[in-house]
């Protein structure tokens, strides 16, 4: 049973039999971790990230760098990544899908959203469009929407019969409670977690809103950042 830890905002580690990954690994300056964890601590075969904003892409370079993980990306933001010296890549693109492995296999989804890297050095780079992943790992079915607004397309995504659900539900920059239960109508996840919702007070949502709009439509659980769940 592959085990999901909640690492905070949009980052999650996911611990399969035999493959590991981390989705958005945002670790340094996460307001979110509170146990001390460090870029260091993260080993892992993958890296899959949704998008340039720097809560999202993260630490992706120095765990890249420090453990040879394969980085998995839409191509514009691999493309940059090989520029910052990043050898060890896997290009993709909305609507592609790849199976790495017997155990692992992803698809690249649609986001409503932006994706550019912002910041002092570069200024404003593209990096192309934000990205969800559907992944299969040990014959489960996960979604991680990455940063996005509602989207009726999600329909579609819950034709993957997703054992798990992981959407942000912090409003402004994403959706906020009451599109992500809309959400959760669409893809119809046996569980969903929310995420993005902690970390500053412009998105800080209270989790039990959304528990109580989503009803009996799913199964909700609310973790805390470092806390796992087993699918
Ligand atoms: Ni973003
Ligand atoms: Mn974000």
Known sequence: MPKIT????????????????????????????KNGLKPED???????VTHGH?????????????????????????????????????????????RFSDDFWVKLTIAHHGSAVMNEEEGI??????????????NKK???????????????????????????IGDNFTMGPEDGARAVEFLKPKMVMPMHYLAWDLIRQDPDEFVKLVGDKAEVKILKPGDSLEI
């Not at 909640?6 to 971790?33: C, H, M």
């Not at 993260?42 to 899959?48: G, M």
């Open 142 to 168: 996960i979604y991680h929407s990455g940063d996005t607004g509602l989207f009726l397309d999600m329909q579609l995504i819950g034709e993957n019969r997703l054992d798990l659900a992981m959407i942000p």
């Open 54 to 98: 720097w809560d999202h892409l993260g630490d992706t370079i120095k765990i890249a760098k420090n453990t040879k993980a394969t980085v998995i990306a839409p191509f514009e933001l691999i493309t940059y990544l090989q520029g910052k010296g990043i050898e060890n890549v896997h290009p993709m693109h909305i609507g592609g899908a790849h």
């Open 42 to 48: 993260i080993s892992v075969d993958y890296i899959l």
């Open 6 to 33: 909640w690492i905070g905002q949009s980052a999650v580690l996911v611990e399969g039999e035999r493959t590991k990954f981390i989705i958005d690994p945002y670790i340094t300056d996460n307001p979110d971790i």
């Open 125 to 138: 780079v593209y990096t192309g469009n934000p990205c969800g992943f559907v992944v299969e790992i040990d």
